[in-house]
């Protein structure tokens, strides 16, 4: 091989190389990505049947999942984890949006076992868990968030949404859970956010409880 053509190949294959990079990077994160979807499902199914602790059932953390997926939210709030249902299922979906979640709990007996189960689902990267009054705390948080979920107490709701009203983002959801049940403060917090003509409010029903999706519109 004389020096030019040389040259040349080292040239021709330095693409090449990158090329090859690339396409093993690309193979490694999907690998990854396929890992932890795996390892999620394999703990959701085999914890199915035994959330208590006011978790939301199975299907409305599929609900907030699929939510969160179909619109790329990425800054996520939730108030009251128990431990940890919902949160699962938010975190799972934020690790292929590329967010992260903040979720608030009062009760550090109810946080400690959310944050064995965040551990045991793979989903920790993915989770920033406060105990915190979040009477307080949801006040003093920046924002903005695109995806907010409610599951704490019913009597809060609409005060939680006016707190956090200004710090949700144009085209962000806010969401709460038990909105087809009569307990107090669910009717007057739905009053309220169905009167605001700068979000639309559905109810999905895919479980007997209920979530309110307010989506902000401007």
Known sequence: MTSSSAKSWHFAAIPLFFCI??????VCTSGASMSLDARVE?????????????????????VLH????RNQYTRALEIGTSSG???VWIAWALSKTGGKLITIEIDERLRQKA?????AAGL?????????DA???VKELEGPFDFVFLDADKQWYTQYFKDLDPKLARGGCFT???AANSFPGIKEFLDHVRSRPDYQTVIDRSSSSGISISCKNR
């Open 21 to 26: 990079a690339i396409a093993l990077a690309a």
């Open 42 to 62: 394999k703990f959701l199914d085999g914890m199915r049947s035994n959330w208590r602790d006011w978790n939301v059932p199975y299907e409305d953390g599929k």
């Open 66 to 69: 699929d939510l969160i997926v």
């Open 85 to 87: 249902h919902s949160a």
């Open 115 to 119: 944050l064995q189960n965040f551990r």
């Open 124 to 132: 920790e990267a993915y989770i920033d868990a406060r105990r915190a």
């Open 135 to 137: 009477h307080h705390l």
């Open 176 to 178: 709460a859970h038990n």
